[in-house]
């Protein structure tokens, strides 16, 4: 099973900063990396596909990067909005896995 | 636009079954892998199982082998999770899923799930 690993577990962050969010494979997924978000009470949203990729609606602050078993979610010029604990996910492999979360609150 | 619906959550006693169902629409069901992805009170997402398009390949998480089943009816746009022998570690929010289609496609896709709680 690969096991990812999601740094930091918990951010408290203001407006309009940056924040970056790193996930570690185990064992290396190539791109087969997701990342998603999830606001209390509501299910997960896809936010980015395939390491890079911005799903269809997404915000264009929402980025991401990396390959083989480590990657990056960024969000550019943080809002309000984007409080939520985000994962990421790996479909290199069954079982597929998720990452533990992380947490960002704004203050 | 696609829509799924999860069912049949409740109260359970230890050891005994449930079967949880989805209605799919705005797409091709049968077109599509679809998952059960569970997430307990305060913690991160699990995943459960997979079902491809065809419902002639399964997989499942070790910590739920043997005991759930996933299926699907492609006639009726449904997918479903039986869960036999259940425990209190089995208490969450299940729910379905679709992926975007082809191998080792993301998951895009989630229903609003359904809370499945085992206690005596």
């Known amino acids: 099973e690969i096991v990812l690993t999601q740094s930091p577990d918990f951010q408290s962050v203001t407006p309009k900063e940056k924040v970056t969010i790193t996930c570690r494979a185990s064992q290396t997924v190539g791109i087969s990396l997701h990342w998603y978000q999830q606001k209390p009470d509501q299910s997960p949203k896809l936010l980015i596909k395939?390491?890079?990729q911005s799903f269809s609606g997404v915000p264009s602050r929402f980025s991401g990067s990396g390959s083989g078993t480590d990657f990056t979610l960024t969000i550019n010029s943080l809002e309000a909005e984007d409080a939520a604990t985000y994962y990421c996910?790996?479909?290199?492999?069954?079982?597929?896995?998720f990452g533990q979360g992380t947490k960002l609150e704004i203050k | 636009q696609v829509q799924l619906v999860e069912s049949g959550g409740g109260v359970v006693q230890p050891g005994r079954s449930l079967r949880l169902s989805c209605a799919a629409s705005g797409f091709t069901f049968g077109s599509y892998a679809m998952h059960w992805v569970r997430q307990a009170p305060g913690k991160g997402l699990e995943w459960v199982a997979v079902i491809l398009y065809d419902g002639d390949n399964k997989y499942y998480a070790d910590s739920i082998k043997g005991r759930f089943t996933i299926s699907r009816d492609n006639s009726k746009n449904m997918l479903y999770l039986q869960m036999n022998s259940l425990r209190a570690e089995d208490t969450a929010v299940y729910y379905c899923?679709?992926?975007?289609?082809?191998?080792?496609?993301?998951?895009?896709?989630w229903g609003q799930g359904t809370l499945v709680t085992v206690s005596s």
């Open positions: 899923a679709r992926d975007s289609g082809g191998a080792a496609a993301e998951i895009e896709y």
């Open positions: 996910h790996q479909s290199s492999s069954l079982p597929r896995t």
């Open positions: 395939y390491a890079s």
